[in-house]
């Protein structure tokens, strides 16, 4: 582990064929491996400008070796190669996982999209990653069960029943729970989903329960204002009639 992350900070640290610059304008300083927002580009310069990731859909890129004080100039390396960043310290990460950057914060974390551990971190919490997408992009996806609906809201309280990436916002409900592959009771999961586009959760709330769908994790426009930006968004709901008629 420790070989790696000394063999990647060297690459980094020598290899300037492929950098962008940027002026840090976030009203921070930002950390050695810190996470950066691109937000313009200033051709009289022809420098980036960056702030602090917020969440939003973007390009996202890492610091290198050297905190950058504001107002500063500061550089990041392209993602044609693993990247060390600065990861969340409350986070137990392995080779694989998927982590990104998250609102408020400089570094990644299991609650962001986006990349995948190509090395996990050492005792300073840095790990090396690879992009798996473009910007903060994800590829969450979960199957769920309507648990609760509101058709005048189009939005729904969805049982987690398989999912691929990550859950990110998942909660429980006390009392709610299932069992694991190994046989175990564990609690149950729920996310709340919204039907974005107005064709999924058109329904009498009371035909709604219990319905089985899919739903993935996306920015955008909601349909309403009172929906979020970025949030589960139902792609997928079975038909009311669930029963087999064979010929």
Not at 80 to 105: E, H, K, N, Y
Not at 115 to 139: C, K, L, M, S, T
Not at 140 to 161: K, L, Y
Request: hydrophobic share 35%.
């Amino acid at each position: 582990m420790a070989d790696v992350n000394a063999a990647l900070q060297g690459r980094f640290q020598r290899d300037i064929s492929q950098h962008l610059r940027w002026r840090n304008l976030s009203g921070e300083s930002v950390p050695a491996y810190g996470v950066v927002r691109l937000t313009d580009y200033d051709t009289g310069n022809a420098e980036h400008q960056i702030a602090k990731p917020d969440g939003s859909e973007g390009l996202y890129y890492v610091n290198g070796p050297s905190a950058v004080a504001n107002n500063a100039r500061g550089a990041s390396q392209t993602w044609d190669l693993p990247r060390l960043v600065l990861t969340d310290s409350g986070d137990t990460l392995a080779v694989g996982d998927q982590i990104g950057p998250v609102d408020g914060q400089w570094y990644m974390s299991s609650a962001g999209t986006g990349f995948r551990v190509f090395a996990a971190p050492n005792v300073n919490y840095i790990a090396a990653v690879e992009r798996i997408g473009g910007g903060a992009g994800n590829n969450n996806t979960i199957r769920f069960q309507i648990h609760e609906a509101d058709c005048e809201g189009r939005s729904i309280v969805a049982r987690v029943m398989s999912y691929r990436g990550s859950v990110p916002e998942a909660y429980t409900i006390d009392g709610e729970t299932e069992l694991d592959e190994l046989g175990a009771t564990i609690a149950s999961r729920f996310v709340p989903a919204y039907d974005k586009v107005g064709c999924y959760l058109n329904e009498s709330n009371v035909n709604l329960v219990g319905r089985y769908g899919y739903a993935t994790y996306l920015y955008g426009a909601p349909k309403y204002n009172y929906q979020p930006w970025l949030g589960w968004e139902v792609i997928a709901l079975c038909e009311q009639q669930t029963e087999c008629e064979a010929l």
